[in-house]
């Protein structure tokens, strides 16, 4: 068996579903949800993520760091990967990938497999 975990969604318990009502008469109660896949690795459901962001949401943007000023995308990391069908003939889909960057407009090519390495950027900051 996969680990279960349990939801830590603040008010799971008190959902009334069927899977949450647990135990034998007369000491059936409802319980806080078990899975193997929860939201975010912490959640069984949207409902149960937004509990806990309602009732620890500012704690935490406290306890992490809360933005105090606008942060800025600059032109030297507004570089962007796509690719088109520019120079493709009819037939021949080969594609054309590039980088562009989304504040100058400006392209420069890329091979595909700089494309596709997920690490490979010209950014040079944040
Ligand atoms: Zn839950």
Request: net charge positive; aromatic share 16%; hydrophobic share 20%.
């Amino acid at each position: 068996m996969s680990d279960l975990k349990y939801c830590q969604g603040p008010d799971c318990h008190t959902y009334h579903t069927q899977d949450r009502l647990k135990g034998t008469k007369p000491n059936k109660t409802y319980q806080t949800r078990r899975r193997s896949y929860l939201l975010f690795g912490e959640f069984c459901d949207r409902r149960c993520s937004e509990d806990w962001f309602r009732k620890y949401g500012t704690q935490a943007v406290n306890h992490f760091g809360r933005l105090t000023e606008a942060k800025h995308l600059t032109e030297q990391n507004a570089w962007t990967k796509d690719y088109d069908w520019r120079n493709s003939t009819p037939g021949n889909d080969e594609r054309y990938y590039y980088f562009i960057n989304t504040i100058t407009r400006e392209q420069r090519p890329l091979t595909e497999a700089q494309y596709n390495d997920t690490n490979y950027t010209i950014n040079t900051g944040e």
